[in-house]
């Protein structure tokens, strides 16, 4: 996790902080100075002291780690799931099985023509441009909202596709478009195995309510990279100063 964190903080011209919750604990703090990175224990109840911690005013972003098997569907945990819907700024949660991070070369951005997939998209593009960041667009069309295309099929697909990254992307240097008919849950996945994107970034509206956020449940339950999570009504990082902290809750 220590690693994403690293990855991530570099796109966001940030510094990582670990926090711990709980005794002070050696082992984590030797793992930490090994990495180069301070890190901070704090006391209380688990969520609402990194609630706390990752309210501060210089916290850009916030790296957890799943709970759950490290094969398999693993629904993300309590922790995971209590700070993604209660905080204002950006979230990344990282599976259990993810391998170790470098830098990020590229980006899974699906969209589906709302506002949260617009925030998504605006985040990854503001970072981009610090970066030789290769973003991948993931639009699927349900059945009944499939454009009407006549016997000119290839010309007009790709007509389609070039009005559809100059209309969502108009700022991205480098964005390629991959289109599927369906279930958005169900092929999302597909596309980023296919893809071998390093993050997936989705914007949302913190709704995990029955029926809602089909994507963001299925991306959490069996993403194998991390999943950052950008809150569409909560202020965009990319805006902050440079020198900020991302902060990554260590071992809970």
């Known amino acids: 996790m220590l690693s994403v964190a690293g990855a991530l ?12 919750v709980g005794e002070e604990n050696q082992r984590l703090a ?23 911690a990752a309210g501060a005013e210089d916290v850009v972003a916030v790296v957890i780690a799943a709970r759950g098997a490290s094969t398999g569907k693993r629904p993300a945990g309590s922790t995971a799931l209590a700070l993604i819907t209660s905080l204002d700024k950006p979230v990344a949660v990282v599976p259990p099985d993810a391998p ?3 830098a990020i070369e590229s980006v899974l951005v699906p969209l589906d023509g709302t ?11 503001a970072l981009a441009s610090n970066a030789e960041l290769q973003i991948v667009a993931a639009h699927v069309h349900h ?16 007509a389609w596709s070039e009005e559809f990254i100059a209309r969502n992307c108009p700022s991205a240097q480098a964005v390629t478009l991959e289109l599927r008919v369906g279930e958005p849950h169900e092929h999302v996945l597909d596309i980023l195995r296919r893809s071998g994107c390093d993050l997936v970034a989705l914007g949302w509206t913190q709704d995990l ?7 963001v449940r299925r991306m959490l339950a069996e993403s194998p990279v991390p999943v950052l999570l950008t809150p569409a ?20």
């Open 9 to 20: 903080a570099r796109l966001y011209a940030a510094t990582v902080q670990a926090v711990h």
């Open 30 to 52: 030797a793992t930490a100075l090994e990495a180069g990175i301070p890190l901070r224990t704090v006391t209380g109840p688990t969520v609402d002291a990194l609630v706390r």
């Open 100 to 102: 170790a991070m470098g």
């Open 115 to 125: 506002a949260p997939s617009a925030v998504a998209l605006q985040e990854i593009v």
């Open 143 to 158: 059945g009944r909202s499939l454009p009407a295309f006549s016997d000119h099929l290839p010309h007009e697909v790709r």
């Open 209 to 215: 309510a029955r029926g809602r956020a089909a994507v």
């Open 233 to 252: 009504d909560g202020r965009s990082a990319a805006v902050l100063a440079a020198g900020q902290t991302a902060a990554a809750p260590a071992d809970v």
